[in-house]
């Protein structure tokens, strides 16, 4: 029997950005998250939860500096009501953001957050939500990373998949780590004063 969360009202998709799924840049597993990632686009979409694409601003130089072609959100956006982009300059999707507003605002108390850096920004934004007080789920097929490299005299190389899991583990057992993405299921947030 497949893992399934109770409905969610928000998806937060973290930095799909074409630098790190597309090309020499991206990541091991991008075609597998491009796939779950818009699944879980359309299917939010379709439910009437809040769909917030996070877009990195990377520093001058990096493959994610504004303007360039590694800037660019993956996935289409349906700007609107139910449907926006949040831009940010730190790890944390919401520091520095509107994105706290914005869940506020619309009422949501649940979310679903992927897209990468596993063990950076998606740890760091499931973490703030958790403070905040949200129900944070992480499906565990929903969220990549890079390898990480070996350190001489230290460790030899770390996979992906392995960093991914570690990271999901570290945010403890507030959140839910073992939804797989086809399992989250949404629906509407009811506006505050509704």
């Known amino acids: 029997m497949e893992n399934r969360a109770d409905p969610v009202e928000a998806l ?7 630098a790190f799924v597309t090309g020499e840049g991206a990541l091991p597993e991008a075609d597998r998250l491009v796939d779950r990632t818009a699944d879980l686009i359309v299917r939010a979409r379709r439910g009437g939860a809040l769909v917030v694409h996070v877009q990195n601003d990377g520093p001058p130089g990096a493959d994610d500096a504004p303007g360039t072609p590694g800037w660019g959100l993956h996935h289409p956006v349906r700007t ?17 953001t509107r994105l706290g507003a914005l869940l506020t605002g619309a009422g949501v108390r649940s979310v679903a957050v992927c897209g990468l850096m596993s063990e950076m920004c998606v740890q760091a934004t499931a973490r703030t939500a958790l403070a905040h007080g949200y129900r944070v789920v992480l ?8 390898d990480v490299p070996a350190a001489p005299g230290i460790s030899e190389a770390v996979p992906a998949a392995v960093v991914a899991r570690v990271a999901a583990w570290a945010l403890g057992s507030d959140a839910e780590v073992t939804v797989p993405a086809a399992g989250v ?7 505050p004063g509704r």
């Open 12 to 18: 937060v998709v973290v930095d799909v950005q074409t």
């Open 80 to 96: 609107g009501p139910t449907e926006t982009v949040v831009r940010k300059e730190h790890d944390d999707g919401f520091q520095e």
């Open 139 to 146: 499906p565990y097929d929903a969220h990549a990373t890079h």
């Open 185 to 191: 299921t949404f629906t509407a947030p009811v506006p």
